[in-house]
């Protein structure tokens, strides 16, 4: 494994237990992450995103759920195998995760100061004074206005946006390496999203983390990631990077769900082009192809087997067996489409 | 829009004046007085012409659905009138006088999950208005209307007897549509009728309510706070900031030409899934949050986040002063940067 990849997600298996039977929430998810770089995870609700940034963090509930397989490399450790000691020297420092709804993330009951404090001088051994002046250094740098009089103050006397902000700085204290951002704006007013995207990217390029964002926007992706991953009833569909994705998408899904989303600078009123049916119940797949019973390109191959996965250009692929792509297109130049082949 | 030559000047459905409305604040529980007042909707007027699509558009606590409440008077509005066909609703005191005008405004409301009752049937459900109103005169009537509802809405009829928590959210949505138009009603305010519904869905509900205005002749008020689809569904565009309205206009002159410094930030904080377009836009990034509606900021509301009032100093006084009032023909617009008789270059 080359230095340039931080995370490398091989086949990770999520499952959960229900009366319905097991869910395979994640169903051999697999993505690379590069340092420095921000991948995209698009997926609507039950596509098993979410599951996934939870099981990079070892965050899985068991039960009822259960990591089943797979392997989590970040740096050369497996998260999945780490000790419980070594994981929550991991957490907070070099691995951190902002939800979509702040006010549940937040203690109610302690103030933001030390709950920001709690975090460096834990990870990072530092006493309380020089704590509470990195604290609160970040707190400014985040946008919080008249830091000083805030840091003191308990999370219900924030706004939403301002909420976020007390995460992402929480978030971000430790320089971690790896930031991962599960809907970070859903809650959010545009234009308050607008001020969060604005600094996440601004603060991405100052301390150098990696980011994972989860979303259902894909507005917010086309603007934020440079690769993006689609996934559907808790499996990849398409990956690729933001502009092949976008342009030429081969999963008839990624271009389903494209068309399917109004946009702001579209010039007259045109009909949606939706994907019909139904989003998937997770306990009762069909055999074959998740996405069969929407699809208008499906033969019967795809109501048999699971699409094994095809590229289409340097790190571009889909698990489809009518892509509306032709295959391999362009040759695999990069390293990094190379090396998912070996795999 | 062609006009015919015996000028037949269409009349609006509905006519919407100075509507306010305040929702007082206590405090004390012996001596309850009133100490402030959240003042949700702060004099807004508009018109609906019938037939069209009225969007509204603005951020939470911006009032766009109190608007709508208000506007079927499930809220009683504080003052101002609205009057409905010729009719002022307003000035109908009695829950009994505004009876016979309830069928022919309906609601559509955002959470799909909270506005079926789970212990009735689908059938029931749809059926309740029809019940209410004596609208079927006979068993047989009834059923039969609720199966037609269920087909218009793209629901499998057999499925009358089952329960809300058996269905996803879109079909929910489907079932509080198909329960909105039983009344065979002309006016809807669809309050964020997509808001909680996934992508591959929201397409399919807009594509319904488009299918269905064009075949029942509906006239909706659109409200929502994703400009998109705002402006997909929409004829015209009315934006809220506030408790009041700050631009409203013509679909597509409200997004090629912004006025207003807020319509401007709002529409470019929406991102466009298109990464190459992503790339050159230019943000207007807004700086903090919205104001409180209890002590909403002098003047242009809006002020105190303004883009263009630091870029203009010559108005700069008069916007912390003056409530800009709502000014212009078909595209109108509150703001003093265009409330002087030589315009002032627009703001970048």
Redesign the interface.
Known sequence: MSDDILLSVEDLQVHFKTDGGIVRAVDGVSFQLRRGETLGIVG??GSGKSVTCNAIMRLIPTPPGRIAGGRVMFEGRDLLKVSQKQLLALRGNEISMIFQDPMSSLNPFLKVSRQLTEVLELHQKMSGTRARKVALDMLEMVGI?DPSRRFDQYPHQF?G??RQRVMIAMALLCKPKLLIADEPTTAL???????I??LIRDLKEKVGTSVILVT?????V??MAREILVMYAGKVAEYAA??PL?KTPAHPYTD???K??????????T??????G??PIVTKLPPGCPFRP?CDYATDVCGETYPERRGFGAAHYAHCHNPLQREGDQPPAAAHAAEEAVE | MSTAPPAVVPKPLLVVDNLQMHFPIYKGALLRREVARVRAVDGVSFEVMPGETLGLVG??GCGKSTTGRALLQLHRPTAGTVTFDGTELTALKTDKALFPFRRHMQMIFQDPYACLNPRMTVGDIIAEPLVTHRLCATKAEKQGRVQELMVKCGLNPQYVRRYPHEF?G??RQRIGIARALATNPRFIVCDEPISAL???????I??LL?DLQKDMGLTYLFIA?D???V??ISDRIAVMYLGKIVEIAD??SL?ADPRHPYTQ???????????????T?N?V??????PSPINPPTGCRFHTRCPARQQHPEIADRCVREDPALRGDAHRVACHLYDIREPVAAPA
């Open positions: 609507e609700s206005p706004s946006g301002m007013d545009v234009t308050i999203q607008a001020q995207l604005e259902h926007d894909l507005g917010v086309a603007g933001a502009r976008f389903g769900l494209l399917s989303v109004p946009r702001v600078d579209e010039t007259e009123h009909r949606l082009q939706s994907i019909r139904l989003p929407r | 951020e939470s996803s879109g079909q996934d992508v591959s869905i929201q397409a399919q807009m594509n488009q706070h400009l998109a689809a402006r997909h679909f597509a997004y930030a709002l529409i470019s904080a929406v991102p466009i899934p298109d990464p190459d377009v992503e790339s836009r943000r990034v807004l700086e903090g949050d919205v």
